[in-house]
């Protein structure tokens, strides 16, 4: 068995390495309640589309639409897959309130994609 220990990894053209390690992340956003993102990766923004609901763009987009989300909010509120169309270019997120009757409700919100990219 061998390790390999290096400061800095890149391609043959002296850019990024392309992530292909199939069980790593492919996407993840902690974003505010407004959308805005505080951190991100493989994730070109975030849009507000109204209380509690929210969609970022994947910078690479998935291959297909056979991916995995996972998602959560602060204040123990319950964040979930918006509908059941998943996109190959873009994570949809709908954050309920668990205080208030599960009504939609805007918080931060965190959210990873697994799967394989185009």
């Known amino acids: 068995m061998s390790t390999l220990k290096a400061d800095t990894v890149q391609s043959t053209s002296g ?5 292909t390690n199939q069980e790593a992340s492919k996407a993840w956003v902690q ?3 407004a959308a805005a993102l505080s951190d991100s990766f493989n994730i070109s923004g ?3 589309n109204g209380t ?7 910078s690479n987009n998935m291959g297909n639409n056979q991916w995995s989300q996972t998602c959560n909010a602060i204040s123990a509120e319950i964040a979930q897959v918006k509908n059941a169309t998943l996109l190959t270019s873009a994570i949809s997120v709908a954050v309920f309130s668990r205080a208030d009757s599960f009504a939609a409700a805007d918080q931060r919100n965190f959210v990873t994609l697994h799967g394989d990219l185009a």
């Open 15 to 19: 850019g990024a390495v392309t992530l």
């Open 31 to 33: 974003a505010t309640d």
């Open 46 to 48: 975030g849009t507000d």
């Open 52 to 58: 509690g609901d929210y969609t970022y763009a994947l």
